[in-house]
């Protein structure tokens, strides 16, 4: 008996430091933000975010956080890797070559300056390394020296890079996050695809330019579709944007570095010397830039945040809420194609606060606050079968006087400023903030 009662204390003891392990495998940083968020949001984060959160332990942040401030200092290889952020070209060299702004689709083709996502015969392609340094795992290729890429190997729902039961390929899977991107070597042994999950047939990721962050600047109008309210109706079929998120894969930076970045030209370039030295982080950092320095419309009030405490501390602030509702489209399911709404409803807030993701070396948003704003959650179903596909947020900008007369949408809508109001789509990336007395 007291064999068997020692067992069972051993037993317990042995399962309780396991879940205690488990519960504590979020990194110092990301546990920290994952905190923040539920000490002032309601409902629970979404996915798309989770993957988002910083894999830094605490001494290399406190470190780095010495060390952001200073002139000389600029993110190398190791601190992007450390930080799991997009800053240089070449440790990135796969990904900015496939979401090239001025590719109209995600293939490595058989140019040979361009990325393949397989490991090939040659013993010195793409091959799979875990790192020496703790919950991270490494992908190097062996031929471009600093290219390395970093992922949280504990975190529960952050991408991880597999080695294929094919001898000769590698693939990417995102693990545990239902509908995201997964990246699949071919059987064509020049080419390279990326196939969002679970959408048959698609095999093309459409990279759209950056979301115009003042609605002063076209939306990229090849990518997001524009409609008027009165298209909200039970029965109609209407098309979903793609709903993938166009850009590669950064983590939160900690609030103590992030807060002390400045969103100019110098001081990016200073501590991101490597996103300027190629077309596309070049290009659509400086569109950031400028669109987060531009004035604000008239009713407007925007930020573009640097970390995601600094989002939340925005919207509650903007709202004058003491907590939080964020609300995000469903998944990325029926992207690109014509669905039916089953039914919608409005959300029942007075003001909201959108964000959508922009372009830096870090995950960022631009989040804004315009009056006269309506936000509608969408239930899409297949337009043969009646099956639940998607719940899709929209939002609707009501009041469009302040717009300038040139705008794309007032064309391709038939309609003048002030006119009439304008809606669109919510990517997966994208998030709504209400306060918690909404309706939703």
């Known amino acids: 008996m007291a064999t068997s009662y020692w067992f069972m204390f051993f037993l317990l003891s042995v399962l309780s430091l396991f879940a205690a392990s488990t519960c504590n495998s979020i990194p ?23 993957s988002k959160l910083s894999p830094m332990n605490m001494i290399d942040s406190k470190y780095y956080t010495s060390l952001v401030s200073k002139k000389a200092f600029s993110f190398d290889a190791q601190s992007c890797l450390l930080a799991d952020i997009f800053c240089t070209f070449e440790t990135n060299a796969q990904t ?3 979401l090239n702004i001025d590719s109209k689709t995600l293939y490595a083709t058989r140019t040979l300056d361009q990325a393949k996502v ?37 975190l529960p729902n952050q991408a991880k890079v597999y080695p294929s039961k094919i001898p000769n390929q590698a693939k990417v899977y995102a693990t545990r996050i239902p509908d995201q991107a997964k990246v699949y070597a071919s059987k064509l042994p020049n080419q390279a695809k990326v196939y969002p999950s679970k959408i048959p047939n698609q095999a ?3 990279a759209s330019k950056i979301f115009a962050t003042s609605h002063s600047d076209s939306h990229h109008l090849g990518e997001v579709s524009f409609f008027r309210v009165s298209t909200l109706k039970p029965g109609n079929t209407i098309h979903l944007d793609n709903l993938v998120n166009p850009f590669p894969h950064r983590s939160f930076l900690p609030s103590q570095i992030a807060s002390k970045i400045s969103i100019n030209s110098n001081h990016l370039q200073n501590l991101f010397p490597q996103t ?62 014509k669905l039916k709404i089953e039914k919608f409803h409005k959300i029942n807030s007075q003001k909201s606060v959108s964000c959508h993701e922009i372009f830096l070396p870090f995950a960022t948003y631009f989040c804004h606050l315009l009056s006269s704003t309506n936000i509608y959650a969408v239930e899409l179903v297949d337009l043969n079968t009646n ?24 064309k391709k809508l038939n309609f003048s400023p002030g006119k009439g109001e304008v809606c669109h789509w919510m990517s997966q990336a994208d998030l709504v903030w209400v306060g918690d007395d909404a309706h939703a």
């Open 28 to 50: 110092y940083v990301g546990s920290n933000q994952l905190k923040f968020w539920k000490e002032n949001v309601v409902n629970e984060m979404p996915q798309a975010l989770v």
């Open 96 to 98: 900015s070559k496939i």
């Open 118 to 154: 397989y490991a090939s015969k040659l013993p010195n392609q793409a091959k799979v390394y875990p790192s020496k340094i703790p919950n991270q795992a490494k992908v190097y290729v062996t031929r471009i020296p600093d290219q390395a890429k970093v992922y949280a190997s504990k």
């Open 204 to 206: 093309k990721v459409h």
């Open 276 to 337: 300027f030295t190629s077309p596309f982080t070049k290009d659509t950092t400086k569109t950031t830039i400028l669109n987060c320095n531009a004035p604000t419309l008239k009713g407007e009030v925007k930020t573009c945040a640097k970390s995601l405490e600094e989002m939340i501390e925005f919207s509650k602030t903007t709202l004058k809420q003491n907590h939080l509702i964020s609300l995000t489209t469903e998944s990325i399911q029926g992207s690109g194609q």
């Open 387 to 410: 099956v639940h596909v998607n719940t899709a947020m929209v939002v609707c900008h009501m009041d469009t006087s302040s717009w300038p007369a040139d705008h794309p949408v007032f």
